[in-house]
Protein backbone atom coordinates (compact mmCIF):
# COMPACT_ATOMS: atom_id res chain seq x y z
CA UNK A 1 0.00 0.00 0.00
CA UNK A 2 1.52 3.03 -0.71
CA UNK A 3 0.89 7.18 -1.61
CA UNK A 4 -2.83 7.14 -2.20
CA UNK A 5 -4.02 4.63 -0.12
CA UNK A 6 -1.72 5.18 2.47
CA UNK A 7 -3.07 8.67 2.93
CA UNK A 8 -7.00 7.72 1.95
CA UNK A 9 -6.56 5.31 4.97
CA UNK A 10 -5.07 7.72 7.83
CA UNK A 11 -7.59 10.50 6.54
CA UNK A 12 -10.32 8.12 6.52
CA UNK A 13 -9.58 7.37 10.50
CA UNK A 14 -9.47 10.90 10.94
CA UNK A 15 -12.41 11.85 9.45
CA UNK A 16 -14.59 12.25 12.42
CA UNK A 17 -12.06 15.17 13.40
CA UNK A 18 -12.82 16.49 10.44
CA UNK A 19 -15.90 16.71 10.25
CA UNK A 20 -15.72 18.72 13.42
CA UNK A 21 -14.38 21.31 12.00
CA UNK A 22 -16.67 21.43 9.28
CA UNK A 23 -13.84 21.37 6.52
CA UNK A 24 -15.68 17.86 4.93
CA UNK A 25 -18.76 19.92 4.50
CA UNK A 26 -16.90 23.13 3.24
CA UNK A 27 -14.93 21.42 0.51
CA UNK A 28 -17.91 19.15 -0.50
CA UNK A 29 -19.92 22.57 -1.21
CA UNK A 30 -17.13 24.33 -3.38
CA UNK A 31 -16.53 20.88 -5.37
CA UNK A 32 -20.49 20.58 -6.16
CA UNK A 33 -20.87 24.37 -7.01
CA UNK A 34 -17.82 24.13 -9.10
CA UNK A 35 -19.08 21.47 -10.72
CA UNK A 36 -22.53 22.98 -11.97
CA UNK A 37 -21.07 25.92 -12.67
CA UNK A 38 -18.80 24.56 -15.67
CA UNK A 39 -20.89 21.17 -15.97
CA UNK A 40 -24.49 22.42 -15.42
CA UNK A 41 -26.79 21.24 -12.67
CA UNK A 42 -28.03 17.71 -14.19
CA UNK A 43 -25.90 15.12 -12.32
CA UNK A 44 -27.07 12.81 -14.87
CA UNK A 45 -25.80 15.38 -17.73
CA UNK A 46 -22.40 16.06 -15.82
CA UNK A 47 -20.22 13.39 -14.42
CA UNK A 48 -17.98 15.42 -11.66
CA UNK A 49 -21.23 16.75 -10.29
CA UNK A 50 -22.60 13.51 -9.84
CA UNK A 51 -19.70 12.01 -8.39
CA UNK A 52 -19.68 15.57 -6.09
CA UNK A 53 -23.10 14.52 -5.05
CA UNK A 54 -22.44 10.69 -4.49
CA UNK A 55 -19.65 11.88 -2.17
CA UNK A 56 -21.72 14.78 -0.25
CA UNK A 57 -24.87 12.02 0.60
CA UNK A 58 -21.70 9.74 1.66
CA UNK A 59 -20.91 12.00 4.59
CA UNK A 60 -25.00 12.60 5.32
CA UNK A 61 -24.90 16.04 3.91
CA UNK A 62 -28.85 17.64 3.94
CA UNK A 63 -30.48 17.34 1.01
CA UNK A 64 -31.14 21.23 1.09
CA UNK A 65 -27.58 21.98 1.60
CA UNK A 66 -26.15 20.00 -2.05
CA UNK A 67 -29.41 21.89 -3.30
CA UNK A 68 -28.27 25.22 -2.35
CA UNK A 69 -24.87 24.41 -3.62
CA UNK A 70 -25.77 23.37 -7.20
CA UNK A 71 -28.20 26.61 -7.65
CA UNK A 72 -25.15 28.70 -6.78
CA UNK A 73 -23.03 27.03 -9.17
CA UNK A 74 -25.55 27.59 -12.14
CA UNK A 75 -26.07 30.86 -10.71
CA UNK A 76 -29.47 30.55 -9.71
CA UNK A 77 -28.75 31.89 -6.01
CA UNK A 78 -26.07 34.19 -5.32
CA UNK A 79 -22.92 32.85 -4.18
CA UNK A 80 -19.04 32.92 -3.83
CA UNK A 81 -16.89 32.87 -7.23
CA UNK A 82 -14.04 30.21 -6.92
CA UNK A 83 -11.50 29.66 -8.96
CA UNK A 84 -9.54 25.98 -9.36
CA UNK A 85 -5.83 26.42 -8.65
CA UNK A 86 -3.03 23.03 -9.06
CA UNK A 87 0.41 23.99 -6.87
CA UNK A 88 2.80 21.49 -7.72
CA UNK A 89 5.49 20.91 -4.82
CA UNK A 90 8.01 18.49 -3.36
CA UNK A 91 7.79 17.06 0.33
CA UNK A 92 10.80 16.12 2.64
CA UNK A 93 12.72 12.94 0.88
CA UNK A 94 11.69 14.30 -2.26
CA UNK A 95 8.15 13.17 -2.28
CA UNK A 96 5.94 14.50 -4.98
CA UNK A 97 2.65 16.41 -4.31
CA UNK A 98 0.02 18.08 -6.51
CA UNK A 99 -1.82 20.46 -4.91
CA UNK A 100 -5.74 21.25 -5.62
CA UNK A 101 -7.23 24.40 -4.17
CA UNK A 102 -10.42 26.29 -5.08
CA UNK A 103 -9.98 30.15 -3.23
CA UNK A 104 -12.01 32.88 -3.76
CA UNK A 105 -8.56 34.94 -3.25
CA UNK A 106 -5.74 33.42 -4.77
CA UNK A 107 -2.95 35.89 -3.29
CA UNK A 108 -3.88 34.66 0.25
CA UNK A 109 -3.96 30.78 -0.83
CA UNK A 110 -1.00 30.86 -2.39
CA UNK A 111 0.73 32.16 0.84
CA UNK A 112 -0.89 29.92 2.78
CA UNK A 113 0.10 27.00 0.72
CA UNK A 114 3.89 28.67 0.60
CA UNK A 115 3.79 29.13 4.44
CA UNK A 116 2.66 25.76 5.38
CA UNK A 117 5.02 24.25 2.81
CA UNK A 118 8.31 26.05 3.88
CA UNK A 119 7.27 25.74 7.80
CA UNK A 120 6.96 21.70 7.20
CA UNK A 121 10.11 21.68 5.27
CA UNK A 122 8.59 20.82 1.61
CA UNK A 123 9.12 23.39 -1.06
CA UNK A 124 6.81 24.64 -3.86
CA UNK A 125 8.17 23.08 -7.40
CA UNK A 126 8.19 24.85 -11.02
CA UNK A 127 4.84 24.13 -13.26
CA UNK A 128 4.81 20.53 -15.07
CA UNK A 129 8.21 19.12 -12.64
CA UNK A 130 5.32 17.15 -10.72
CA UNK A 131 2.34 16.30 -12.83
CA UNK A 132 3.44 14.13 -15.12
CA UNK A 133 3.86 11.56 -12.44
CA UNK A 134 0.09 11.61 -11.58
CA UNK A 135 -2.79 10.25 -13.47
CA UNK A 136 -6.50 10.31 -12.94
CA UNK A 137 -8.30 7.30 -12.04
CA UNK A 138 -11.80 6.37 -10.58
CA UNK A 139 -11.03 4.37 -7.15
CA UNK A 140 -13.83 2.53 -5.32
CA UNK A 141 -12.67 0.85 -1.88
CA UNK A 142 -14.78 -2.30 -0.49
CA UNK A 143 -14.42 -3.76 2.73
CA UNK A 144 -13.16 -7.65 2.10
CA UNK A 145 -15.57 -8.96 4.62
CA UNK A 146 -18.12 -7.34 2.70
CA UNK A 147 -17.70 -8.61 -0.94
CA UNK A 148 -16.78 -11.93 -2.81
CA UNK A 149 -13.53 -11.45 -4.36
CA UNK A 150 -14.66 -13.27 -7.75
CA UNK A 151 -17.59 -11.26 -7.95
CA UNK A 152 -15.95 -8.46 -7.63
CA UNK A 153 -13.89 -9.02 -10.02
CA UNK A 154 -16.50 -10.11 -12.92
CA UNK A 155 -18.90 -6.80 -12.49
CA UNK A 156 -16.18 -4.87 -12.13
CA UNK A 157 -14.11 -5.60 -15.24
CA UNK A 158 -17.36 -5.98 -17.22
CA UNK A 159 -18.33 -2.24 -16.21
CA UNK A 160 -15.00 -1.25 -17.65
CA UNK A 161 -12.39 -1.15 -14.39
CA UNK A 162 -9.18 -1.28 -14.85
CA UNK A 163 -7.46 -3.18 -12.09
CA UNK A 164 -9.09 -4.51 -8.51
CA UNK A 165 -6.04 -4.61 -6.01
CA UNK A 166 -5.82 -6.16 -2.65
CA UNK A 167 -4.82 -3.37 -0.43
CA UNK A 168 -4.79 -5.24 2.78
CA UNK A 169 -8.18 -5.24 4.60
CA UNK A 170 -9.75 -3.93 1.67
CA UNK A 171 -10.16 -4.08 -2.37
CA UNK A 172 -9.68 -1.20 -4.66
CA UNK A 173 -11.08 -0.97 -7.82
CA UNK A 174 -9.89 1.25 -10.14
CA UNK A 175 -11.00 2.39 -13.70
CA UNK A 176 -10.43 5.66 -15.86
CA UNK A 177 -12.54 8.59 -15.13
CA UNK A 178 -14.81 8.80 -17.80
CA UNK A 179 -15.83 4.62 -16.28
CA UNK A 180 -16.44 5.86 -12.91
CA UNK A 181 -19.90 6.26 -13.55
CA UNK A 182 -20.64 2.85 -15.65
CA UNK A 183 -18.90 0.97 -12.78
CA UNK A 184 -20.29 2.62 -10.34
CA UNK A 185 -23.62 1.67 -11.77
CA UNK A 186 -22.47 -1.99 -11.58
CA UNK A 187 -21.57 -2.03 -7.98
CA UNK A 188 -24.47 -0.90 -7.18
CA UNK A 189 -26.65 -2.75 -9.00
CA UNK A 190 -24.82 -5.83 -7.75
CA UNK A 191 -25.22 -4.77 -3.96
CA UNK A 192 -21.80 -4.02 -3.47
CA UNK A 193 -21.51 -0.31 -1.71
CA UNK A 194 -17.95 0.99 -1.71
CA UNK A 195 -17.13 2.82 1.70
CA UNK A 196 -15.75 5.10 -0.37
CA UNK A 197 -15.72 6.55 -3.77
CA UNK A 198 -13.79 9.19 -5.99
CA UNK A 199 -12.19 10.65 -9.01
CA UNK A 200 -8.57 11.05 -7.94
CA UNK A 201 -4.86 11.13 -8.95
CA UNK A 202 -2.58 7.84 -8.86
CA UNK A 203 0.94 8.17 -8.44
CA UNK A 204 2.93 6.45 -11.71
CA UNK A 205 6.05 5.90 -9.45
CA UNK A 206 6.48 5.80 -5.56
CA UNK A 207 9.07 7.16 -3.54
CA UNK A 208 10.10 4.66 -0.49
CA UNK A 209 10.50 6.90 2.52
CA UNK A 210 12.30 4.29 5.23
CA UNK A 211 13.25 6.85 7.79
CA UNK A 212 11.19 7.35 10.88
CA UNK A 213 12.13 11.26 11.20
CA UNK A 214 11.59 11.73 7.70
CA UNK A 215 8.68 9.78 7.55
CA UNK A 216 6.71 11.83 10.11
CA UNK A 217 7.27 15.10 8.57
CA UNK A 218 6.02 14.07 5.63
CA UNK A 219 2.84 13.06 7.06
CA UNK A 220 2.99 15.90 9.38
CA UNK A 221 3.03 18.14 6.30
CA UNK A 222 0.14 16.22 4.56
CA UNK A 223 -1.73 16.56 7.63
CA UNK A 224 -1.30 20.42 7.55
CA UNK A 225 -2.40 20.77 4.05
CA UNK A 226 -5.13 18.77 5.01
CA UNK A 227 -6.31 20.76 7.35
CA UNK A 228 -6.18 24.28 5.44
CA UNK A 229 -9.47 25.15 4.34
CA UNK A 230 -8.79 25.99 0.91
CA UNK A 231 -7.18 23.05 0.23
CA UNK A 232 -9.55 20.37 -1.57
CA UNK A 233 -7.08 17.26 -2.56
CA UNK A 234 -3.41 16.44 -2.23
CA UNK A 235 -2.02 14.13 -3.92
CA UNK A 236 1.62 12.25 -2.91
CA UNK A 237 4.10 9.39 -4.09
CA UNK A 238 4.98 8.42 -1.20
CA UNK A 239 5.77 4.85 -0.14
CA UNK A 240 6.11 4.37 3.77
CA UNK A 241 6.03 0.95 5.43
CA UNK A 242 2.90 -0.03 7.47
CA UNK A 243 5.06 -0.56 10.17
CA UNK A 244 6.86 2.40 10.40
CA UNK A 245 3.20 4.03 9.37
CA UNK A 246 1.81 2.25 12.38
CA UNK A 247 4.59 3.66 14.69
CA UNK A 248 3.46 7.26 13.40
CA UNK A 249 0.55 6.83 14.52
CA UNK A 250 1.40 5.52 18.18
Given at each position: MSGHSKWSTIKRKKGAADAKRGQVFTRLIREITVAAKFGGGDPDGNPRLRTAIDAAKAENMPKDNIERAIKKGTGELEGVSYEEITYEAYAPGGVALLIEVMTD??????????????????????????????????????????????????????????????????????????????????????????????????????????????????????????????????????????????????
Open positions: NKNRTAADVRHILNKRGGSLAKAGSVGYLFEGKGVFTLDKGAVDEDKLMEVALEAGAEDVRDEGDVWEVHCAPTDFNAVSDALTKAGMKPSSSEVTKLPSTTVAVTDPAEASRVIKLMDALDECDDIQQVYANFDIDDQLLASLED
